[in-house]
C-alpha cells in the first residue's frame, strides 16, 4: 500500500481558513475517528472535518482533488468491513453534522433525509406518521442512513421488504472535484438514461459523497407475531427455512442463530424469554407482519406445526407480550457485539442462495475443523445471508493475523460455488479487499475500477478499498 504523506501545518491552517475553526477539529479527535467495528483495526486519519453544508463538503473535496489529499466519508462508524478507516491517513470527513430530517412527504409516501440521520430515530419519526422504511440492520439504534447507503444494508426485514437500494429514489452527491448533483427523480418510476442512483448506492464512499437522499417509504404494518424454534442440529434448522416459504409462508424476518451465539448473548439480555435446553443447537426467530392479526397468528401456528412436524424442531415459543417480543429481537441484535467481548474475531458477511444455507453452515464448520478455528455463525437465513464470526480464541497472534488466508478464501470460494458471494450487506471495504477476485472475475473487477477512475480520476475518495490494490495517489 503506498503511504500518503501527512497533512503539513500550512495545509491544516488552509483548510481552517476555508472552512472554519469549527469545522476543522482539534487533532486530539484524531484517534477517536480511527477506528470503527471492524476487529480492533486502527487508522488515525490526520485531521477530522465535520461540515455543516454541502457548500463546504463541495469546497473540501475540491480542496482535496486539487492537492491529491486522500478523504474518507464517515458515518456513526459502525462498519464492520474497515470501510470508514483512513487507511492512507489524510482527511476523515465526518458527517454527523448533517442530522436533518428535511421532510416527509405523506402524500407522496417519500422522505428527504441527511446522511448523518440515525436509521432507529428515522423509523421512530415514520412511525409516528404511519409510515415505514424497512432496512433495519442490527446497528440501527447507532447506524446512520449514509452508512447504510454506502453499504447498501439490509437486515432482518429484507426478506420480505428488500435492502436499502429497494427504497432509494434519489440521491445529492458531491463528487471528487466539488460537482454537486441529484442522481435522479423523486419519482417511483425513471427510465430517463442511466441509473447513477443505484451506482452510489453500495459504493462505498469511492464515488462521491452522499449529503441527501430520497427514499420511498410504505405504510406501517400494525401487527406482528413473532416466533422463537429450537432445533438439535443448526444444518437442520438451515434446512427447514427454504421449506417454510415453499409451503407458502411470507414471514418478515426470519433468523438463524447458532447454541453459542445465543449463549454468549444472554447475559447482555437477561429478561429474554428463553432458556437454552441440553440438546438445543440452534434456533430460528421468525416474524410475520401485516394489518390482520388472526391472519397473522394462523401464519404463525401454521409455520410452527411445520417445523415441529416435518422438520426437526423442538417446542415453539411464541412471544406473547411485546416485552417478550423486544427482548428477543434486542437478543438477536447484540449477537454480533456479545461476540466481540468474548473474543477478537473476523466476521465474515457470507451469502447465498437460501436452499444452500445448509451446505454453507456444514462448509464452514468443515473448513474450520481443518484449519484450528472455532466459529460462532448467525444471520438473516430468510435471505441466505450468513455472519460466520472466527474467534481468535488461543490461536496465536502469527496464526491470527496470516494463518487464516487459506481458511477464509475457502469459505469465499464455496459461497461462489453455491452461487453466493462475500458479501450480502458488509460491504467489501478494507478487509474483504484481497479476496474479491475469489468471486468476480478479472473483466468484471477492471470494469468496475475503470469506473472508479471516471469519477475520482485522482483516487482520493477511500482509496484502497473495494479492489484488491489501488493506482498510486
Known sequence: MDSSPSLTAEQLEDLVRLLGADVVLPLSANERYGSDMTEDLFFPPDVVVAPHTVEQVSQLLRWCNEHRVPVVARGAGTGLSGGALAVRAGVCLSMERFNRIVSIDEANFQATVEPGVINYVFQQALAEKGLFYPPDPSSWGSSTLGGNLAHNAGGPKAVKYGVTNAYVLNLQVVLANGTVLWTGANTLKNSTGYNLTQLFVGSE?????????????????????????????????????????KAGFSPCALEFMERDAIE??????????????????????????GNDLSALTEQALGAAELLTEHHGAGAVLFADSEKDRESLWKLRRKVGEAVKTHSVYKEEDTVVPRAHLPELLAGVKEIGGRYGFRSVCYGHAGDGNLHVNILKGDLSEERWTSGLDPAIREIFALCKQLGGTLSGEHGVGWVQKGYLEVVQAPEHIELQRQIKRLFDPNNILNPDKIFPSSPAL
Not at 210 to 237: D, M, N, W, Y
Not at 270 to 288: K, N, Q, S, T
Open 264 to 289: 454468549y448473548t444472554l447475559p447482555y439480555v437477561p429478561d429474554a424469554p428463553i432458556r437454552l435446553e441440553e440438546g438445543v443447537e440452534a434456533h430460528l426467530l421468525i416474524e410475520f407482519d
Open 205 to 245: 464512499g469511492t464515488l462521491g459523497v452522499i449529503t441527501q437522499a430520497v427514499f420511498r417509504l410504505l405504510p406501517l404494518p400494525t401487527h406482528k407475531v413473532l416466533i422463537l424454534a429450537p432445533f438439535g442440529s443448526a444444518t437442520q434448522a438451515c434446512a427447514s427455512v427454504a421449506a417454510l416459504f
